[in-house]
């Protein structure tokens, strides 16, 4: 997983922040790292009405009747992730603003034409002089950052995939370019089960921070990209627009 922290190059007055996923499992280890940090002192016990209050629930439960009104275990709500059942119709949220500091890395993985696509509007949205660069491991990333820092501008890097399956085969290539921010390009015209099935594979890498969508004109479906769970950019006009 990639380090997500504030860029050192900001543009005009404004600080332009890299976009947090909570995707990821790291987010979870941050939420961890910083109960443990935080040393509360331990509160007194309650007195008066709220003392009262919990005796009368521990005396319900021991006796049964607090029990029956606990709601079924099939009410319960699990985290959700990637392609759980999640309505077509319901986006999440707004995609994250464009990186636009001088030598931000934005890394935009897919598979086919789109990414390559997906990745200029990107460039073009971060920067009018930004250009897209092929990266393939840590090494091109590097290199592509230098070159950012030396021109003043943010880099936008298209990472082609071979196939739906591709993603464990360069697992550590991924994970080596160390980005600043992931898109994955998606058509949505295809079919759903392979994207969910890269996508989550890219996420479980990298965490994925939105989709770039586009097929919207190919599929009488489109909605059910919402179902990856992630903020969607749509290259074309959206379902319904």
Known sequence: MRSRSRPEWVD??????PAVSTSSLAFQAVLDDLVRAVDAP????PTG????SRESMRESTTSG????QLAPESALIEPRTIDEEMPPQAPVGAPPARLRGRGDLTLVVGVGDEVHDAARVLAASADAAAEVQRVADRRDALA???AGVRREIPVVAAFPLA???????????????????????VDVSRKHEDTAEWVRALDAVLAVDALVATGASRTLTPDSVHRLGLPVLWLEAPPGG
């Open 65 to 68: 009747d607090y029990t029956s």
């Open 163 to 185: 196939g739906p399956g591709a993603v464990p085969a360069v697992a550590i290539e991924l994970a080596g370019i160390a980005p600043d921010q992931v898109w994955a390009a």
């Open 49 to 52: 009405p709220l003392a009262a």
């Open 12 to 17: 005009g007055d404004e600080e332009v922040l």
């Open 144 to 146: 592509a950052r230098a």
């Open 42 to 45: 331990e509160l007194p016990a």
